[in-house]
């Protein structure tokens, strides 16, 4: 829900409402969910996974039809996991930056401490399945 949240926000702040946006809800190993969001939105320019797997899946799906990752869709998936740079094209992903979120809630649960929030600013990494939007 607060991966949703952000990207409702940052659509926001681009202009653009998320009920226009086309979305598919699915489960994380879902591999159909690809297959959903292009026939969902066949004219889509770019797709933002809520897995790196999904989309993974997204990067087979649109070679199957035809569509060359970058030049006509860009496809970026969320949690940065080895296979991401191993796909083809490698995956642009969005670090949620799982490895640290569990030392810090390790540390925070074996510390006897005050709780305490933390914050962890995720980090993109580009890959070669983004690019511009086509013209």
């Known amino acids: 829900q607060e991966k949703l949240r952000g990207y409702a926000e940052a659509l926001g702040e681009a202009g653009l409402d998320i009920a226009d946006v086309p979305m598919v809800q699915a489960q994380p190993g879902d591999r159909d969910a690809a297959t ?35 030049r006509d869709l860009s496809v970026v998936g969320f949690n940065e ?34 709780v305490r929030r933390e914050l962890l600013q995720p980090r993109l990494i580009v890959r070669s399945s983004t690019a511009p939007p086509p013209r």
Do not use: H, N, Y
């Open 36 to 70: 959903m969001m292009l026939d969902m939105a066949p004219q889509a320019t770019a797709i933002l996974s809520m897995t790196v797997m999904q989309g993974i899946a997204v990067l087979d799906e649109a070679r199957r039809r035809g569509l060359s990752v970058p």
């Open 81 to 114: 996991i080895p296979e991401a740079a191993s796909s083809i094209p490698a995956l642009t992903t969005v670090d949620g930056k799982f490895a640290e979120k569990g030392r810090i809630a390790a540390r925070i649960v074996f510390d006897s401490g005050p």
